[in-house]
C-alpha cells in the first residue's frame, strides 16, 4: 500500500469498520453507537479487539490493519462459539448469534466501546442500559421483487442523508425514504428547519426516523464535522443524497461576480464536498463490507442536459456536476459505490418556484425571462405548456428514479433525467 494512503484507525474510521463487518455477516444495514469517551468496563460478551498490541511499532494503527485484526478477532470468536463451524450453529439456533457490543483497546487502553442493534431506538437503548447480550442476525432484506409497490423496500432500514432536506424536494425525500423505514439524516444549513421537519418524521413514523444536523456544504470544514458527527450518532452510511442547491437567475451580461460564486459554491463545490467525505466514508466501511453496494446520488436538474435562458450560473454547475458523477463514478466503482444523478424537471409545487418574495416564478417575472408574462400564472402556464406530458416534476416522480438507481446494482455515473420526456437523451 501507498505510505500517502496510509489512514489512522480512529474512533470514526473503526465505527465504519466494525458496522462493515456486520453489513458483511448479515447483509443487514445495523445502525452502530458509540459509548462517550472515559468508559472502561468491558461488558462479558463483548468482541474486545486491540489495534495496537505491544508487541507492535505505533505505525500499525494504520486502518487496513486494525481491518485484518477486527476480521481475525470476529473469527476467531466466532470458531470459539462454534468450533463445528458457525454456519451449523446458526441453523440449530435459528439464527447466527454475533456480538452487540465491540470494544477497540489500543495497547489496553479502552480506545472506544460500540454497540450495534437493528435501528437506531434499539441501539440507543442497548447503549444506554450497556446491555451485552448477543444479537440473533434472523433478519435480512426483502427479497428484490420487480413490482414498482415493492421498490421502496431497497431503502428499509438503510441509513441515508439527504443535504438541503429542510424543504422542498429535500423534505420529500426524507419524509418518503423514513416512510419506506430508512433512518435519514436531514442536513441543512437551516437546522431550525430541519429539527422541525424530524419531529414531524419521527411522530408520523412513530420510532427515530429523522435525525436532524447542521451543514453549509460549501464549507469543507463544515461537511467534514457533519461526517464525523454522522459516523458518531448511527455508525456508517448506505445512501448520500446530494441534494442542496441554489438558484440565482440572472444574464451573462448583468449577473454579479458575486452571485455567480455563491450559486456554483453550493451546487457545484458543495456536490463535490459532500461526495468526498460520502466516498471516504463508504471507502472504509467497504473494508470490511466488500458486496455492499452504497449510493451516491446528485439531485441535479433538467438544467444539467441543456442550457437555461438568463440563467448560467446555475446550468453551469448543474452541467460539472454531471461531469463530477461520471468522473466519481469511474473512480469510486472500485469500493461499490455507484455514483449517479437525477435531474428533475421543473418543480413547480416547492418554495423555490412558488415563495411569493423571491421564488423563480416572481424573479422570472422580473428578469423577463418568459416573453408577455404579466403575471405569475403566465409565467407558471408558460413552463407547462414546454412539458409533453404539460406538468411539473413532483416528488413521487423524484422518488421513483430514486429507487430504481438504488435497486439498480448494474448501473454506475448516469444522469437519470425526470422531466415528462422535456428533455430526452441522445
Ligand atoms: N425546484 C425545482 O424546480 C428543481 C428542479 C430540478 C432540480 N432541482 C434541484 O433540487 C434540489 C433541491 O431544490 P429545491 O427546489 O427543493 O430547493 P429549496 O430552495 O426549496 O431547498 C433547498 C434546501 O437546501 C438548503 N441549502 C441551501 N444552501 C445550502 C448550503 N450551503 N448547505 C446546506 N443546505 C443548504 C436550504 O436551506 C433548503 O432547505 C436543488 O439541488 C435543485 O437544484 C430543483
Known sequence: MERAERRRADPAAMALLIR??????????????????????????????????????????????????????????????????????????????????????????????????????????????????????????????????????????????????????????????????ALVVIADCNLEGAETLAVQINAKEKRTAAIPLAVNVADEASVDALFKTLIKTVGGLDICISNAGVLKAGSVLEQSLHDFTFVTDINYTGFFLIAKYAGLLFREQHRTAPHWKTDIIQINSKSGLEGSNRNGAYAGGKFGGIGLTKSFALELVDYNIKVNAICPGNFFDGPLWSDPEKGLFVQYLRTGKVPGAKHIADVKAYYEARVPMKRGCTGPDVMRAIYYIIEQEYETGQALPVTGGQVMLH
Open 20 to 181: 462493515g463487518l456486520y453489513i458483511n455477516t448479515g447483509r443487514y444495514p445495523w445502525v452502530l453507537m458509540q459509548s462517550p469517551p472515559g468508559e472502561t468496563g468491558i461488558p462479558q460478551e463483548a468482541l474486545s479487539i486491540d489495534i495496537a498490541p505491544a508487541r507492535y511499532d505505533a505505525h500499525y494503527l494504520d486502518i487496513e490493519y486494525a481491518a485484518k485484526i477486527l476480521q481475525d478477532a470476529y473469527t476467531a470468536w466466532e470458531f470459539d462459539r462454534a468450533p463445528a463451524g458457525a454456519e451449523a450453529a446458526a441453523r440449530a439456533e435459528g439464527g447466527k448469534k454475533v456480538p452487540s457490543c465491540v470494544v477497540v483497546k489500543e495497547a489496553d487502553r479502552v480506545q472506544g466501546m460500540y454497540w450495534i442493534d437493528q435501528d437506531f431506538d434499539a441501539a440507543k437503548k442497548r447503549m444506554e442500559a450497556k446491555n451485552d447480550t448477543l444479537l440473533t442476525e434472523n433478519v435480512s432484506l426483502a427479497p428484490l421483487r420487480f413490482d414498482v409497490a415493492h421498490r421502496a423496500e431497497v431503502v428499509k432500514n438503510k441509513i441515508a442523508l439527504v443535504t438541503g432536506g429542510a424543504q422542498g424536494i429535500g423534505a420529500f425525500i426524507a419524509q418518503s425514504l423514513a416512510a419506506s423505514g
